[in-house]
């Protein structure tokens, strides 16, 4: 064969784009009450608990139970994503980015979805007649400091007894945490010889998704501040996501632009804790 045979050598190009490892789902948005919102602002009424009356006498009067009546409010943000795809660089590519590009876009608004969520477990709730009153975490009762530890076997049973105390229901309970959480510290701290212990291994290998009657949901997305990942459990109604417009997307030339084409994608949504009683903080320290 010729030496010069290199010449006719040639590189190989695809013809698609691979996008990249990214979260493309939202994983907390399943786990939390789903209400549609109209206008900028969501008002959703509530009534609280009521002791019966026992009666005492024949004939007695009816006693009237004046039921607490609690409204919160969830208030909607705006999220956009646009790129362009000039023509002429279409041209110059072997493969059309348009649908890389639009599932990017989805994606980031999927994430968008946990951070508003996240964000929502301890900020500061409104609701009252007009959204004036505010409600805060409660970090006396329903926060579980790290301890320089990590989510131990004693967090989670924690976490339980605090939602069983405040009479919480005990369907669609959750616990978000990170990777670590799952695979570092409750194998770590779980004897190999307990029943537990399997029931752990099955939770990193992905073959089961609850653990004393949580469902645990892996996120990358919880905060970490000086070394402790701040997770959370929950009981599904007692977080909200209000969704004004859920994800839309166009793909669509731009005259201003000189007719580029334009990756669009947004939606408007927020997120709000409906009661304080069924949220606990779990802090989680990473080495």
């Given at each position: 064969?010729?030496?010069?045979?290199?010449?006719?050598?040639?590189?190989?190009?695809?013809a698609a784009f691979q996008v990249l490892m990214q979260q493309t789902e939202s994983r907390l948005a399943s786990a939390v009450r789903n209400?549609?919102?109209?206008?900028?602002?969501?008002?959703?009424d509530q009534i609280s608990a009521?002791?019966?009356?026992?009666?005492?006498?024949?004939?007695?009067?009816?006693?009237?139970?004046?039921?607490?009546?609690?409204?919160?409010?969830?208030q909607t943000s705006d999220y956009d994503w646009a790129d362009?795809?000039?023509?002429?660089?279409?041209?110059?590519?072997?493969?059309?980015?348009?649908?890389?590009?639009?599932?990017?876009?989805?994606s980031a608004m999927q994430r968008a979805k946990d951070d508003?969520?996240?964000?929502?477990?301890?900020?500061t709730a409104y609701g009252g007649?007009?959204?004036?009153?505010?409600?805060?975490?409660?970090?006396?009762?329903?926060?579980?400091?790290?301890?320089s530890t990590g989510l131990t076997l004693a967090k989670v049973l924690s976490a339980k007894q605090k939602l069983d105390a405040d009479e919480v229901s005990e369907e669609g309970r959750f616990i978000v945490c990170g990777s670590k959480q799952i695979n570092n510290d409750l194998l770590n701290t779980t004897e190999i010889k307990s029943s537990d212990y399997n029931t752990v291994k099955a939770l990193a290998r992905g073959e089961i998704d609850t653990f004393l009657g949580f469902k645990f949901i892996r996120s990358e997305r919880l905060t970490?501040?000086?070394?402790?990942?701040?997770?959370?459990?929950?009981?599904?109604?007692?977080?909200l996501l209000g969704v004004g417009t859920d994800i839309v997307t166009d793909i669509a030339p731009r005259k201003d632009k000189n007719n580029a084409i334009q990756v669009y994608a947004g939606?408007?949504?927020?997120?709000t804790r409906m009661d304080e009683d069924g949220i606990v903080q779990i802090q989680a320290y990473e080495a």
């Open positions: 064969m010729s030496f010069q045979i290199t010449t006719a050598m040639q590189d190989q190009f695809k209400e549609p919102v109209d206008g900028k602002r969501g008002f959703f009521t002791a019966a009356v026992q009666r005492v006498s024949r004939h007695a009067d009816t006693p009237l139970i004046s039921t607490p009546h609690l409204r919160r409010m969830v362009l795809i000039d023509n002429f660089d279409k041209l110059k590519t072997v493969a059309d980015p348009q649908a890389a590009y639009l599932k990017n876009a989805v508003a969520i996240i964000a929502a477990f301890v900020a007649v007009d959204g004036t009153t505010t409600y805060t975490f409660d970090t006396t009762n329903k926060q579980i400091v790290h301890g970490l501040t000086s070394s402790v990942r701040y997770c959370y459990a929950w009981q599904r109604d007692t977080m939606m408007s949504i927020g997120a």
